[in-house]
């Protein structure tokens, strides 16, 4: 494995119903059950985590993908929907559905551009192959 160019360090106590933290002080959150769940939901959850993280990492690569192809995608807004779903044997898996508005970029442009991005991006290449990851550019769905 090539160095990291930047490693996150968080640490969380009580796991769902718990407290987390980053290292550098930055992130201090409570973290609780979602209602759905039988929570309380006066905290946040790591699909919540999970969510901003994709969306954040997915806005950021579309930006840098659109500049290489001199595309302005830096207004780019991404709603994250990241799912909690059951499997057989009282597992769980998680779903992942990105809805992405490209307010610049209209057409097979724009899909192309989710797509590409969708090969670049560190959240996309995680979760390949493992869950799946629905893409909704401009209202159209890949």
Same mark, same amino acid.
């Given at each position: 494995?090539?160095?990291?160019? !930047?490693? /996150?360090?968080?640490?969380?106590?009580?796991?769902?119903?718990? @407290?987390?933290? &980053?290292?550098?002080? @930055?992130?201090?959150?409570?973290?609780?059950?979602?209602?759905? =769940? %039988?929570?309380d939901g006066e905290g946040a959850?790591?699909?919540?985590?999970? /969510?901003?993280? !994709?969306?954040?990492?997915?806005?950021?690569?579309?930006?840098? #993908?659109?500049?290489? %192809?001199?595309?302005? /995608?830096?207004?780019?807004?991404?709603?994250?929907? #990241? +799912?909690?779903?059951?499997?057989?044997?009282? @597992?769980?898996?998680?779903?992942?559905? =990105?809805?992405? +508005?490209?307010? +610049?970029?209209?057409?097979?442009? /724009?899909?192309?551009?989710?797509? &590409?991005?969708?090969? #670049?991006?560190? !959240? +996309?290449?995680?979760?390949?192959?493992?869950?799946?990851?629905?893409?909704?550019?401009?209202? &159209?769905?890949?």
């Amino acid at each position: 494995m090539s160095k990291a160019l !930047y490693t /996150a360090q968080a640490h969380v106590t009580g796991g769902r119903d718990g @407290r987390g933290s &980053t290292s550098d002080g @930055r992130l201090e959150l409570d973290l609780r059950m979602p209602k759905e =769940l %039988g929570g309380d939901g006066e905290g946040a959850n790591p699909e919540q985590l999970f /969510a901003i993280g !994709y969306a954040a990492c997915f806005s950021t690569t579309l930006a840098l #993908v659109g500049q290489r %192809g001199e595309l302005k /995608a830096d207004d780019a807004e991404i709603d994250s929907h #990241v +799912s909690l779903v059951p499997i057989d044997g009282g @597992r769980f898996e998680l779903g992942v559905e =990105l809805r992405i +508005s490209l307010p +610049s970029i209209a057409g097979e442009q /724009a899909l192309e551009l989710a797509r &590409t991005a969708h090969q #670049v991006c560190p !959240y +996309s290449n995680a979760t390949r192959g493992n869950i799946d990851v629905t893409l909704v550019v401009n209202g &159209t769905r890949l």
